[in-house]
């Protein structure tokens, strides 16, 4: 498990100064902490597209935000992909909750995303990771690496109770 | 008036202090074509203008942010104003150039004419917002902008425009290209 505050704490180490996005539950502890903080604001976009949107005119303004979505985000954002991030080559990371891993009675709107998830992302071209355990810090380290290097969208899969 | 002698007329109105994002199809040919480069022209992205031009107003609050967006643009971004209207960034500005059609893809018709932009805009929080029905004279048209463009608070002005005569070409620099020339000029 990895504590809220530790990944906003690495996240301002790392030059970011705004977070947009769409919450999910997933992340709940996240969005408190971020509430809280007073290094990175958090902008609430109607939708993941336009989260993309911010972040890329926030880019293009020479400072860093991150995304934060529920796997469902990844089927509405397609073209903010393929047309806007990917085709200007705008770094972007994005924190993604891992919703549908298992047959879900309760939650059966998240059952067919959560089987498609990462075939979506690979079909976009988009490098992800699965973050889990104590090893947060060398995932994302590696991540915006790639990002960085390549100008390219990243994505960090959270599964259930991961960070709290 | 048409929408490319609009953005053409807004040329000393923009100083170097003002970043312009221009949406995808005839609006951004019109806005490199027409005024000071470099500025964001958008090849795809339908929707996003507004969104872009809000991430980029946070990021340079000293520099004036000109949204420049053709009605079906808007309105397939219509819910990204209500996140506009929420933060209240000063430095944003929007002109909505609405011809009631999709141009670039041949003239098909927007659902526009049946919004009342006045009312739309007072009631998404919008706090200082205009609409142009028709231009008879520059005089009102220029008097219009010198108020969005020295508003202290974000500002949105409507305008109803006449079709474009033709298509331009579409823009010779590559997407990279444009977010780099971009970022180096600020």
Redesign the interface.
Known sequence: MIKSIDILNYLSENNFELSTGVPCSYFKELFIELDKSAVIQYIAATREDEAVGIACGYYLGKKNCFLIMQNSGLATIGDAFTSLAQLYEIPLLIFVSYRGLEPDKTFPEHVIMGKVTESVLEAYGIPYWNMKGENWREILDEALEHMNKDSSVVCILVEKEVII | MRGEEVIASLKEFISDDT?I?SS?GNVSRQTYNFLPQPQ?Y???????????????????PEKQVLVITGDGNFLM?L??M??IG??KTDNLKIIILDNEIYATTGGQETVSSTVDYLKLLEGLGIQHYGSLNSIRSPSKLHEAFKILLTSKQTAVLHINVEEDIENLENIPWQ??E??NK??KN?
Request: proline share 5%; net charge positive; charged share 10%.
């Open positions: 970043l994002v995808n964001v958008l090849r795809g992205s339908m929707g996003l203008p507004m969104s872009i031009g809000l991430g980029l107003a946070l990021a340079q971004g819910s990204s209500t996140t929420y933060y997407p990279k444009i977010k971009f970022m600020i």
